[in-house]
């Protein structure tokens, strides 16, 4: 019995050692897979470590993109605003240029209004000098004509005066002769 007993104890003791070596073997596994593991993450971590600063470069690289397009975008904002200003003085000149180009071209029209006025006086005057350069001339003809008959008349007159002075004279002389 005792050898059946410490067989059983033997049997037990190598299927404890048998359990014991598989426990250490799985126990080792299980440290390997442990240590891959701890590894694994510590090459993750790291590998995330680094995408993490890489991404705080680029976030940080981005932040001064946009702090130069922010300045980039003032300074063409005060452009803007500045060229606006240009705009508007520019418009506001154009309107007083526009109103004085409409006062001129009102003062040109009344010019020519009344240049085209005198033009018709002119050609108005022309006709009347025109006309009376003919009534003048058909006067002076009339004048002519009447000076030559006024002529005529003085010199029938101055007949009629010297046959009547004669005619007095011959009356007197008769007359005398009938008095003697």
Do not use: P
């Given at each position: 019995?005792?050898?059946?007993?410490?067989?059983?104890?033997?049997?037990?003791?190598?299927?404890?050692?048998?359990?014991?070596?598989?426990?250490?073997?799985?126990?080792?596994?299980?440290?390997?897979?442990?240590?891959?593991?701890?590894?694994?993450?510590?090459?993750?971590?790291?590998?995330?470590n680094?995408?993490?600063?890489?991404?705080?470069?680029?976030?940080?690289?981005?932040q001064?993109?946009?702090?130069s397009?922010?300045?980039?975008?003032?300074?063409k904002?005060?452009?803007?605003?500045?060229?606006?200003?240009?705009?508007?003085?520019?418009?506001?000149?154009?309107?007083?240029?526009?109103?004085?180009s409409?006062?001129?071209?009102?003062?040109?029209?009344?010019?020519?209004?009344?240049?085209?006025?005198l033009?018709e006086?002119?050609?108005y005057?022309?006709?009347?000098?025109?006309?009376?350069?003919?009534?003048?001339?058909?006067?002076?003809?009339?004048?002519?004509?009447?000076?030559?008959?006024?002529?005529?008349?003085?010199?029938?007159?101055?007949?009629?005066?010297?046959?009547?002075?004669?005619?007095?004279?011959?009356?007197?002389?008769?007359l005398?002769?009938?008095?003697?």
């Amino acid at each position: 019995m005792q050898t059946s007993a410490s067989r059983v104890l033997q049997e037990k003791l190598q299927e404890q050692r048998k359990e014991r070596q598989y426990f250490d073997e799985a126990l080792k596994e299980m440290n390997r897979c442990k240590d891959l593991l701890e590894y694994s993450l510590k090459e993750a971590w790291e590998c995330k470590n680094q995408e993490f600063r890489d991404s705080q470069r680029e976030l940080s690289d981005l932040q001064e993109d946009i702090k130069s397009v922010r300045q980039i975008l003032e300074e063409k904002e005060t452009q803007i605003q500045g060229n606006q200003r240009e705009i508007s003085r520019l418009e506001a000149s154009l309107r007083q240029k526009d109103e004085e180009s409409d006062h001129i071209d009102s003062v040109e029209i009344d010019h020519q209004m009344q240049i085209d006025s005198l033009q018709e006086d002119i050609t108005y005057f022309e006709a009347t000098v025109k006309q009376l350069e003919d009534s003048c001339d058909s006067l002076e003809a009339d004048l002519q004509s009447e000076e030559g008959r006024v002529r005529d008349l003085e010199a029938t007159l101055l007949k009629k005066e010297t046959e009547h002075a004669l005619t007095c004279k011959s009356l007197e002389v008769r007359l005398r002769v009938d008095y003697l």
